[in-house]
T-cell receptor
Framework: EAQVTQNPRYLITVTGKKLTVTCSQN?????MSWYRQDPGLGLRQIYY???????DKGDVPEGYKVSRKEKRNFPLILESPSPNQTSLYFC?????????????FGSGTRLTVV | SQELEQSPQSLIVQEGKNLTINCTSS?????LYWYKQKYGEGLIFLMM?????EEKSHEKITAKLDEKKQQSSLHITASQPSHAGIYLC???????????????FGKGTHLIIQP
C-alpha cells in the first residue's frame, strides 16, 4: 500500500531531551515536507525537501532540524524540545511533476513536551 | 507571503442538505488543493485544481476554481454523516515553482452534519 509512515504516533517527552520523529514514504516521491498543526493557527510548514540532500526552511523552522540522506526518509529532529513545540506533526510527500495527485500525508505524530 | 482565507470557519448542516465552503487567496493560485481531515487524524486528498474555471467532482463533492484563480469553492450535495470533518484548502507555495516547496493552508472549515 502506498503510504507515508510516521513514528511514533504519540510521544510525551521532557524539555531538553533530544528526539527524532521518523517519516518514510514508499512511493518514490521527490518532494517531502513537515508541518505542525495547532488550534487557531492551522497547518504551518516547518521544512521541505525537493530531493536528496536538498532541504529548506518553511515558515516555522526554529528549534527543528531535518535531513534527507535517502529519497524515502525525511526525519524531523528536535535537538532541545520546549513546551511550545507541543503540537500535532505531519509529514507529507509528493511525486513532483504529477501535482494533480496532491501531497500524501502521514497519520500524524502527537507530541507533548512537559 | 500567500494567505488563504476559508469561510465559514464552522458549519452545521442538516443531513441531506447542500453546502458550500469557500477559499480565497491573497495571490494568484497556481495549484489549489482540497483536503479533508477527521479530528486529530491525517489529511485525505480530495482534488486539485490548476486552471481558471476548472471544475472537478468526486462522488457528491464538487470543487471549482474561478477564472481569476484567486478563489475556490467546495460544494457538497445531499450531505451525509460521513462528510463531517475539517475541510482544508491548500495552495502551492510557489517559491520554487511546480509545488516543490510544499503547501500553505487555510485554517479550515469545521463541518458538522446533524441527523
Amino acid at each position: 500500500e502506498a503510504q507515508v509512515t510516521q513514528n511514533p504516533r504519540y510521544l510525551i517527552t521532557v524539555t531538553g531531551k533530544k528526539l527524532t520523529v521518523t517519516c518514510s514514504q514508499n512511493m518514490n516521491h521527490e518532494y517531502m515536507s513537515w508541518y505542525r498543526q495547532d488550534p487557531g493557527l492551522g497547518l504551518r510548514q516547518i521544512y521541505y525537501s525537493m530531493n536528496v540532500e536538498v532541504t529548506d526552511k518553511g515558515d516555522v523552522p526554529e528549534g527543528y532540524k531535518v535531513s534527507r540522506k535517502e529519497k524515502r526518509n525525511f526525519p524531523l529532529i528536535l535537538e532541545s524540545p520546549s513546551p511550545n513545540q507541543t503540537s500535532l506533526y505531519f509529514c507529507a510527500s509528493s511525486p513532483g511533476a504529477d501535482r494533480v495527485s496532491g501531497y500524501t500525508f502521514g497519520s500524524g505524530t502527537r507530541l507533548t513536551v512537559v | 507571503s500567500q494567505e488563504l482565507e476559508q469561510s465559514p470557519q464552522s458549519l452545521i448542516v442538516q443531513e441531506g442538505k447542500n453546502l458550500t465552503i469557500n477559499c480565497t487567496s491573497s495571490k494568484t493560485l497556481y495549484g489549489l488543493y482540497w483536503y479533508k481531515q477527521k479530528y486529530g487524524e491525517g489529511l485525505i486528498f480530495l482534488m486539485m485544481l490548476q486552471k481558471g474555471g476548472e471544475e472537478k467532482s468526486h462522488e457528491k463533492i464538487t470543487a471549482k476554481l474561478d477564472e481569476k484563480k484567486q478563489q475556490s469553492s467546495l460544494h457538497i450535495t445531499a450531505s451525509q454523516p460521513s462528510h463531517a470533518g475539517i475541510y482544508l484548502c491548500g495552495a502551492d507555495r510557489g517559491r520554487t515553482g511546480g509545488g516543490a516547496d510544499g503547501l500553505t493552508f487555510g485554517k479550515g472549515t469545521h463541518l458538522i452534519i446533524q441527523p
